[in-house]
């Protein structure tokens, strides 16, 4: 080991370019260039917990592909544990783990425990430490009473949840997680969220998520990457990105019968539906304050806090990004 | 990892997917022992449609029903071994569609392998069990002096015809990865191949005969060696050597399939999301 360690995950200006051939008449082909993700560079290092974030067909999941050694880049420098994922694909392979929230790596007819085995037998993970990495993710994801029922019969939360703890017991250093929490309940989320804290603090394992839910960002992640159209477009902490943003919370106010609109500067009524009001106020003041005041002085009923949507505060941030103004953000 | 390593990998690799496969196909027993039996009964239609037109023929294209069911037996043995190992490759090109070949790419063990042992099932069993039975049958009636030689070069024959047979599938399989939905293209090759080759080479034009020995060279998996075990005229009037090509050709044929779906394998380009 060097005296400075090198960090984790390293990109220094990769590409990726699909040629992508489009019918222009019967056997007649158009082809075109797409730049899924351009000149991208930005390390991760060991321990961090990384948000990746950005609008449908912004190169998040090529990025994660490229990270992997599915996809090779068209161009640049890539290294994850110093190897070169396309070249050592499955030597990485017992050092990453993956989740892709919309596919599953589990055995469909069989009972839970028997995809395990098969992970323990694939990755010749030492018997000692697969034991002890398993009882870990049945206890903390609260498995054990599924491990016995083919994975078919699991709901969604659950086989998320089984998915994950498959791609942790072979230990590896990094983590990524492509929508883990997409269409979970409520307590499936809180459940996943919980366990990725736990496992980055006890066991320092670096993860890198994509996601389209700000709560998940928001818990579980100090640093959070926006990219869109390709390339980087922010990398830093949360609370930056609503700044650059300028995103905003929505206030939602029921009244004990109609008024005029609510005066509570910085919020302003965005709109009036009877007693109903919705106030929107910068994200990064506190709501707490806001509803206090308004409670003080308005006969409040009940209320709501709507989160700005991701794809708006980085819409937002398109439209007011100005640079210099921001706090790292990288154009 | 040497070539030989990634080989003994990939066997093992084969043998662990293989089994989970065995393991959740049995969880549907019915649908297992359903599936088995009509298998057997389809694959042993197959030859009972050669003893039909025998019921009307004494010969086809000058060869004899013992000396045709030798042609039929290696032919549907060896492309039987060859499926029985990779015959799930044409589910590649579905799994590419939907988005889960990536997950098999995330794994550490080569991807052909489990490619191979993708959707593997037992009932495939039943082509080879019917093909070594029906050469079994044609071995012992057909017309041949058997020298130890002769002998010997029916093992080769079949383990060759595997191989050619593996490569076709395999190179048909890199072919999906580019094409993405042609496995009819790669069944239009194995599967059309196998049945081609249960008829004597005498009974297609020259043209085809000399593709399919020096193009897509299926005919050192019976045609040639058979010709030599018969004591009959070689197709194309190939030399006296060429008999025993078989290992050769099929070295030469898997090579070139592996090159093939190394490309195929680096043109990945996955799905949208």
Request: charged share 20%.
């Amino acid at each position: 080991m060097s005296v400075t360690e090198r960090p984790l995950i390293e990109l220094d200006g990769v590409e990726k370019v699909f040629d992508v051939r489009r019918k222009t008449g019967f056997l007649k082909r158009e082809r075109r260039q797409v730049r899924a993700v351009d000149s991208l560079s930005f390390t991760v290092a060991r321990g961090e917990m990384v948000g990746y974030i950005g609008p449908n067909g912004a190169g998040k999941s090529t990025t994660i592909k490229m990270l992997t050694g599915i996809l090779t880049p068209s161009a640049g420098r890539l290294r994850v544990a110093g190897i070169d994922p396309s070249r050592e694909r499955t030597r990485l392979a017992h050092r990453i783990g993956v989740v892709f929230g919309q596919r599953t790596t589990l055995w469909w007819d069989l009972p839970l425990i028997d995809s395990y085995r098969l992970m323990h037998r694939m990755y010749r993970i030492p018997d000692a430490r697969y034991r002890e990495n398993l009882d870990r993710c049945v206890e903390l994801l609260e498995l054990g009473d599924l491990l016995a029922a083919p994975v078919r019969q699991l709901s969604l939360g659950q086989r998320m949840r089984g998915d994950i703890a498959a791609a942790l017991l072979h230990d590896p250093e990094v983590l990524y997680l492509d929508e883990p929490t997409i269409g979970l309940d409520v307590i499936s989320k809180a459940k996943v969220r919980g366990f990725l804290k736990e496992l980055n603090a006890e066991l320092g394992t670096t993860v890198l998520l994509t996601t389209h839910d700000l709560q998940d960002i928001e818990q579980l992640c100090s640093r959070v990457m926006v990219i869109d159209h390709g390339r980087l477009m922010y990398d830093g902490a949360l609370a930056g990105l609503h700044e650059v943003g300028e995103s905003e919370r929505i206030l939602v106010v029921d009244l004990e019968r109609e008024l005029p609109p609510v005066e509570a500067p910085p919020a302003r009524v965005v709109k009036v539906e009877g007693p109903r009001q919705w106030l929107a106020f910068p994200a990064g003041e506190s709501a707490a304050a806001l509803v206090a005041r308004i409670a003080a002085e308005y006969p409040l009923v009940d209320l709501s806090v709507r989160e700005p949507d991701i794809e708006d505060v980085i819409a937002r941030m398109y439209a007011g990004a100005v640079p210099g103004r921001t706090e790292k953000a990288v154009s | 990892m040497g070539e030989r390593g990634t080989v003994l990998e990939g066997l093992r690799a084969f043998r662990l997917i293989a089994g989970m496969w065995v393991r959740s196909s049995m969880t549907y027993r019915t649908s297992f022992v359903v599936t088995m039996a009509g298998n057997l009964l389809m694959t042993a239609m197959d030859f009972v449609g050669i003893l039909l037109m025998f019921a009307q023929v004494d010969s086809l294209g000058g060869w004899s029903l013992p000396e045709i069911a030798f042609l039929y037996g290696l032919s549907v043995t060896s492309f039987g071994a060859a499926d029985l190992l990779l015959g799930s490759m044409d589910v590649l090109g579905s799994r590419i569609r939907d988005g889960s070949f990536d997950i098999l790419l995330l794994r550490p063990v080569p991807v052909l392998a489990q490619i191979g042992a993708d959707h593997f099932a037992l009932r495939r069993l039943g082509r080879i069990t019917q093909g070594a039975l029906v050469l079994g049958w044609a071995m012992w009636s057909v017309d041949v002096d058997w020298s130890v030689g002769k002998l010997l070069l029916v093992p080769l024959m079949l383990v060759s015809g595997a191989a050619i047979f593996s490569a076709l599938f395999v190179a048909g399989a890199a072919f999906q990865i580019f094409a993405q939905d042609a496995a009819e293209v790669q069944n239009a090759f194995t599967y059309g191949g196998t049945t081609l080759l249960q008829y004597p080479p005498t009974v297609f034009g020259k043209d085809f005969v000399r593709g399919v020995t020096f193009v897509l060279p299926l005919a050192f998996v019976n045609w040639v060696p058979a010709c030599y075990v018969l004591g009959r005229a070689y197709p194309l009037d190939l030399p006296g050597w060429a008999a025993f090509a078989p290992p050769l050709v099929a070295l030469v044929c898997c090579a070139a399939a592996g090159l093939v779906w190394r490309a195929g394998l680096g043109s990945y380009r996955s799905t949208g999301s």
